[in-house]
């Protein structure tokens, strides 16, 4: 079982939502509490994929050999 969902499932997610609420959305009558709340969501989610997309990520795999790099320098600086 993943323990962390990838950065990009979690945008394919928000953008699957964002699509569907703006299908809700062009069905409302502007002006309107349901399309206001709809829209202030789909902004809402806008702005989580921007932040989502700007963020810098790294693998658990470039982890792993980073620090592997570093036990294999420990080690040869103490040999």
Do not use: F
Not at 13 to 33: F, M, N, Q
Not at 45 to 52: G, N, P, Q, T
């Amino acid at each position: 079982m993943a323990l962390a969902v990838s950065r990009d499932a979690q945008i394919a997610a928000l953008y699957e939502k964002l699509h569907h609420r703006s299908a809700i959305l062009s069905g409302l009558t502007p002006g309107t509490p349901s399309h206001s709340g709809i829209q202030a969501e789909c902004d809402a989610l806008h702005a989580e994929i921007r932040r989502l997309r700007a963020a810098t990520s790294i693998s658990p795999k470039a982890v792993l050999i980073g620090i592997a790099v570093l036990l294999l320098l420990a080690w040869s600086a103490l040999h």
